[in-house]
């Protein structure tokens, strides 16, 4: 039995939702469990303490492609578009790698600051914690609708999809930015 469905041109509409949410739930779960493990002691295969700094310039990179995407989307460039959102899921990936090997290799590192600084930080981190596992299955079904040409959905989530995204990968740097005097190296 086929259960395909076509679009007005014919071309074969994919049901892309179990993928997403299985591809979902293993990535959150993962970094959830991450979270509460203590790391590797004595760990010493090589050096991970440039893996934080490589986090914080891959989520650059995505920002910055996510924001190329943008401003071509609004030009109504949707290959270029197109280009850059794999660009940025490229980036993601190779940041998922990198900060799941680090967490799982090394405890947490305390902030250490006080104060307003200490606010703004637990702000940041909470809300950036919060909004990546949001972002992981938007950012999917977005483009599972854009590949399924559907347009107005895509058009849809993607007005949220987009800032989300954005915000989740401008945080990412600051959060790498305000604890990295706290790593005890």
Known sequence: MNHSTYDTSGHVKK???????????ILIGAIGILAGMPGI???????ITILP?????????????LLSALIAIVKRNIQVHRRFIYAAFVTTFFFLITYVTYHFLSPSTPYGGTGLMAGIY?????????????????????????WNRENERHKKIARWTMPLWLYVSLTGVLVYVMISPYYGW
């Open 15 to 25: 049901n892309y939702r179990p993928a997403i949410i299985i591809i979902s739930i």
């Open 41 to 47: 002691k004595d760990f010493d295969a090589f050096d």
């Open 53 to 65: 700094m490589i986090n914080a310039i891959l989520n650059s990179f995505t920002f910055l492609f």
């Open 122 to 146: 637990y702000f940041i981190l909470i809300t950036h914690i919060v909004l990546a596992a949001v972002i992981v299955p938007l950012a999917l079904t977005s483009v599972a609708r854009a």
